[in-house]
């Protein structure tokens, strides 16, 4: 089975910065694409930003130039640095990996839980 465990969420103030986790773990041999996804109540899932393994990403252009994705391979693992935050913002964020679990095997997507964060004064 894989796991994906999201931490870091909270509640920061418009302006502040926050920076949220995602560790992927279980029986992985190799992850390709690794994402960050947000919902917002009332509010479809939006894609936030994704890092590839080698390392190319991709934002939202409503976070361009406030977000930072980055990954680390050998921790299974992906960090969305978040400056000047918005109430926009606020929502569920959630992450999803590409994951193939044996050498031989087809990738399958894998989700987390999700962490809240809020942006409020």
């Known amino acids: 089975q894989v796991q994906l465990v999201e931490s870091g969420g909270g509640l920061v103030q418009p302006g502040g910065s926050l920076r949220v986790t995602c560790v992927a773990s279980g029986s992985i041999f190799s992850i390709n694409v690794m994402v960050w996804y947000r919902q917002a109540p009332g509010k479809q899932r939006e894609l936030v930003a994704d890092?590839?393994?080698?390392?190319?990403?991709n934002y939202a252009d409503s976070v361009k130039g406030r977000f930072t994705i980055y990954r680390d391979n050998a921790k299974n693992t992906i960090y969305l640095q978040m400056n000047n935050m918005e109430p926009e913002d606020t929502g569920v964020y959630l992450c999803k990996a590409l994951v193939r679990r044996e050498a031989w095997s087809r990738e399958y997507n894998y989700w987390g839980q999700g962490t809240q964060i809020t942006v409020s004064s």
């Open positions: 890092v590839t393994s080698g390392g190319s990403s």
